[in-house]
């Protein structure tokens, strides 16, 4: 956990689960009943927050980022053009456009052409 109202090399060794997040955000704001069993039994975070000021920025640990191993270079690559699926679906929006005169904005005009995942975020 890395917060600034956590004391410094505080270790925890208590299970914790994704809806642990949810049930501390909604103990520590009065959010209300439960939204599932799993949260309503999930422990919550609350325990580690001890310090009644947050730590000053000037002590925090600076990061030292790890190089991305080459195989999941290859997956981030993989991530940068449409998938089967997403060509199709991209394919029917684009005839849709054309049926009604809708200009679709950084698309390519071959239909053959690669479709990059960056040129799906534009809307007409």
């Known amino acids: 956990m890395v ?11 208590q299970e914790h689960r994704h809806t642990s997040l949810i ?26 927050f001890t310090l009644d000021t947050p730590r000053d920025p000037g002590t925090w640990p600076v990061a030292d980022p790890r190089p991305v191993p080459p195989y999941i270079q290859d997956a981030l690559g993989l991530g940068q053009a449409l998938s089967t699926l997403g060509k199709a679906v ?35």
């Open 3 to 13: 917060s600034p109202w956590v004391a410094e090399g505080e270790v925890f060794n």
């Open 23 to 48: 049930a501390t955000l909604r103990e520590q704001w009065a959010l209300g009943d439960p939204f599932t069993a799993r949260d309503a039994v999930a422990r919550t975070f609350s325990h580690a």
């Open 90 to 124: 991209f394919n029917g929006i684009r005839a849709y456009a054309e049926q009604h005169n809708i200009q679709i904005e950084g698309l390519p005009e071959d239909p053959e052409a690669e479709i990059p995942r960056a040129g799906t975020a534009h809307h007409p």
